[in-house]
């Protein structure tokens, strides 16, 4: 007779009673079912402290790497503020993504230990693994070639939450589609457009991102003006009608640096252009710019100062005169 894994106890019957068929039996009944049970707990109580030490790992993601008096230092001013390091939706964000992380990591890890355990069991009823372990290799692979684009898709979700290149609530440029992200899965991107459409993008297809809305932004402003206008006239109405608008209380906290004019950015043939910078709080720079181009219309009417305006060239072509488009005879 042969014994399984409870040996022991297997061996001790035998040498009690004698009868090798009651030692099989006593094995069977005893032996195989404490060892699956015993399996079991094994596999509960890893997963049990695994889990425990995702959630540990969570929670310190969700607080965030920043010592409490260096994250007072940088929250404290204008600056941390429209960063949202102390905001509800930073917070928030942080929250998301350690929870979708966590959740991540503790599927794979009930799946890698269930695997384990699974096979454990059928080798200690007796059955050879090696055949399903090679046949769980020959179906990967062949799953692996047949869906390579789910994979990719998986793999590529999986790597844009670790490194958190957007969120729910981003605005993104994905290359074919642009908006505002709605929903993330390990597969798919859903994101709505300005034009109220819904996009939904295979992960495995963005090839790249472009986020409009971490941490700060930066507003633009190109300003076109005449050529017999006074530039140092026009630089110093630009640089206070910024700084009005940073010293705005309804624009505290969207504007997080003192506003830049850059100068003269080009010579173009309608005028000059002189550009004008902001940097705002994430998603904020479209309102700052909106704002910005009424209180510079209102500033250059003041002041006499002209924008350009395009210039149109129109042309006729002359008809041919009579003279000319009447033959000529030969004498």
Request: proline residues 2%; charged residues 25%.
């Amino acid at each position: 007779m042969t014994c399984s894994s409870s040996e022991q106890l297997c061996t001790w019957v035998l040498e009690q009673t004698g009868n090798s068929r009651l030692a099989t039996v006593t094995d069977w009944i005893v032996g195989k079912p404490s060892a699956l049970v015993g399996l079991i707990i094994i596999g509960l109580l890893v997963r049990w402290l695994l889990h425990r030490v995702i959630d540990r790992i969570v929670k310190r993601a969700e607080v965030g790497v920043l010592p409490n008096r260096l994250s007072r230092a940088i929250t404290g001013g204008r600056m941390g503020a429209a960063l949202n390091l102390t905001e509800d939706a930073g917070y928030t964000r942080r929250v998301q993504r350690a929870a979708t992380m966590g959740s991540l990591l503790k599927s794979i890890v009930s799946g890698v230990i269930i695997t384990v355990i699974a096979l454990m069991a059928i080798s200690e009823l007796g059955y050879d693994i090696a055949p399903l372990i090679a046949s769980a290799g020959i179906i990967g692979v062949a799953l692996g070639f047949g869906s390579q684009a789910l994979v990719k898709d998986f793999l590529s979700g999986i790597f844009m939450i670790f490194e958190d290149q957007y969120g729910v609530g981003d605005v993104v440029d994905l290359g074919e589609a642009s908006g505002t992200v709605e929903a993330v899965s390990l597969r798919v991107t859903r994101l709505r457009d300005v034009n109220g459409t819904v996009w939904y993008v295979r992960n495995g297809e963005i090839l790249r991102v472009g986020n409009m809305s971490q941490n700060w932004a930066r507003t633009v402003l190109d300003v076109t003006v005449g050529y017999k206008e006074d530039l140092v006239r026009v630089r110093r109405a630009l640089e206070e009608v910024a700084h009005d608008l940073w010293d705005d209380e309804e624009f505290t906290g969207l504007i997080i640096e003192e506003p830049e004019v850059w100068g003269v950015e080009s010579l173009g043939v309608d005028g000059i252009v002189v550009r004008v910078t902001l940097k705002t709080a994430p998603m904020e720079q479209w309102a700052v710019a909106r704002a910005m181009r009424e209180r510079v219309k209102a500033r250059f009417e003041h002041d006499g100062i002209d924008l350009a305006v395009a210039q149109r060239v129109m042309w006729q072509e002359s008809a041919p005169s009579a003279a000319s488009a009447e033959p000529t005879e030969e004498a």
